[in-house]
């Protein structure tokens, strides 16, 4: 059996960081792991001018630990009065990877997001032209739609005819939850890419609701069937390169997620490693782990695998139940499975 074995540094296609001291206590649990990690701009309020990314990276790096070895990507959030020439610019200036795109109430501090797609269209095609990434939080509004539906009825409504009118336009459909969106990827040109979280590929929506509601499992889009679950494990595994890492790890303290309307949002920094390891290894492909983590998400996004490594040893890892913040503490997702691969 396998005892160790050694991977190109990581990287985190979807990650919220937040701000003040949120950001201080969850940032070395990236840091530490990743080599880069795409930075979601869906802070009160949201990450939506040049000016307000490069404000962002700033605190980023402020807060970052001694030594770190981690480079935040950042990111603007789409308003339908996004303008087109700020957007070039940051891209041009090498300050912002890609622009995400959240319907409007779609889930955590998305109010300011877009209703009507029409109204960005002038923002789009200009991304389309210079090679800039759109990354879709994929879940429609209508609350006639059933939530375990939503994202099948985004690619219909909304995906399929962004993608129709600006076919040049380079998508990520974030965090990926069914079998379709992976088949949707699969039939589609090469500038079409995933994300698909840790926490996806561990939990159904059991998980959530029997036996007792779990808040801790509780997340948008809301993990669905089994059968959807082995879909992406399917496409995790696979190697096929337009499936990679995005952890979507999302902070919340205890205190905002056990609530009778609580937060969306697990946080799997500090031991997603480990269970990807597990994931891949019951899988019998671990072979492929790289692939997913390292390799596939940078050749979408044009950039360098990174140089260093990483060394995983089958050994069982230990990580905290909760890391303490100033706000209170945050629960670290549970895999509710015994782990067996630590990052030495
Ligand atoms: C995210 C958050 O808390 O910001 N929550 C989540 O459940 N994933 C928002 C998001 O990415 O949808
Ligand atoms: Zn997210």
Sequence with gaps: MTKTFTIRRPDDWHLHLRDGDMLCAVLPHSASHFGRAIIMPNLVPPVVTAKDAAAYRDRILAAMPEGADFNPLMTLYLTENTDPADVAAAHAD????????????ATTNSASGVANFDRVGAVLEKMAEIGLPLCT??????PEIDIFDREAVFIDRVLDPIRRSHPALRVVMEHITT???ADYVRAAPENLAATITTHHLVINRNHILAGGIKPHYYCLPVAKRENHRLALRA???SGDPRFFLGTDSAPHTDANKLLPCGC???????NTLSILAEVFEQDGALDQLEAFTS??????????????????????PSFPSHVDTPEGPVTVFDPAMPLHWTVT
Aim: proline share 9%; glycine share 12%.
């Design 295 to 316: 390799l596939n998400g940078p050749a979408f996004y044009g950039l360098p695998a990174n140089e260093a490594k990483m060394t995983l040893t089958r050994s069982p």
């Design 137 to 142: 939080h994929g879940e429609v509004t209508d």
């Design 235 to 237: 496409a995790a595994t």
């Design 264 to 270: 969306a949002g697990c946080f799997t920094a500090p």
């Design 179 to 181: 079998q379709q969106a």
């Design 94 to 105: 090498g300050l912002i990877h890609a622009v995400k795109l959240y319907p409007a109430g």
